[in-house]
């Protein structure tokens, strides 16, 4: 079985036709799913997915492009923490990829946001999704100074460097990788994949996007989340039922504070 760590099936394109995506995800195997919140406005949708289907979970968070939307409080975030099924704070961190003509210095704004999430990891005991952007210094540099990791957590669609995994895995974090890894141009990153030890690796879709080859460039979903297995079972020298045995059980255990993902 595969478990895709991060996507957003709340999101229209994906809502819209659930049954099929779901009766997809059957055929591939994929048997479960963690529904990723991006504004506390769609806390809702994602939330309902996971009380509607006993394979989805969710989490709770606002993402750090998200502008003119519900700024979130630590109480807000623990608050719905609380709410049952729901197993991850995020997703946070930051993104300093579109600054929109801004400098780094006038996006405290994100960096302010990204302490709440950390609080809020640490007081609920559940981890955090990273999503980090152009920003792996400050990332890792709040992560350290917020002592995330008695959270702990996940940098999802990695697409850092070798030494910000060395990072990552040293404050105790998982790395998910995306279909990214299955892209030409994307040798680095294949790299860096045969680095992280296979014992602290996900795997993802981040559904609707970046769905891997040879679907490239269409709408993706968590029933091509395999493709990304096999990608990585090829640099790991390794049978993909090993990748999905391995990256199935570190969802579990990243998430085994309340069930199992
Ligand atoms: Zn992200
Ligand atoms: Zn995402």
């Not at 099936?9 to 055929?27: G, N, Q, V």
């Not at 506390?40 to 949708?45: H, N, P, T, V, Y």
């Not at 969710?58 to 729901?86: K, M």
Request: hydrophobic residues 45%; proline residues 4%.
């Amino acid at each position: 079985m595969y478990v895709d760590s991060h996507c957003h099936l709340s999101f229209p394109e994906l809502a819209a036709r659930i049954d099929d995506i779901r009766a997809a995800m059957a055929a591939a195997h994929v048997d479960r799913a963690l529904c990723i919140c991006t504004t506390l406005e769609e806390f809702a949708d994602v939330h309902s997915l996971a009380l509607r289907y006993d394979n989805f979970w969710a989490s709770a968070g606002v993402h750090p492009d998200n502008e003119g939307v519900r700024e979130p409080s630590v109480a807000d975030l623990v608050a719905l923490a609380g709410q049952p099924r729901v197993v991850a704070i995020g997703e946070t961190g930051l993104d300093y990829y579109r600054l929109n003509g801004r400098s780094v210095d006038e996006m405290s704004w994100q960096r302010d946001r990204f302490r709440v999430h950390i609080r809020a990891a640490r007081a609920t005991a559940l981890p955090l999704v990273i999503h980090t952007r152009s920003a792996s210094d400050d990332t890792l540099g709040i992560l350290r100074e917020e002592g995330a990791a008695a959270a702990g957590g996940v940098f999802h669609c990695f697409t850092e460097t070798a030494a910000v995994a060395r990072a990552a895995l040293d404050l105790g974090f998982y790395i998910s990788f995306s279909g990214i890894l299955t892209f030409r141009n994307a040798s680095d990153l294949r790299e860096v994949a045969r680095f992280v030890p296979l014992d602290r690796c996900l795997i993802e879709t981040d559904s609707p996007y970046l769905a891997p080859a040879p679907h490239r460039g269409r709408t993706n979903n968590p029933s091509y989340v395999p493709l990304v297995a096999a990608q990585l079972a090829e640099l790991k020298q390794c049978a993909v039922e090993a990748i999905a045995d391995a990256t199935s059980a570190n969802g579990e255990r990243l998430c085994n504070r309340v069930t199992v993902l």
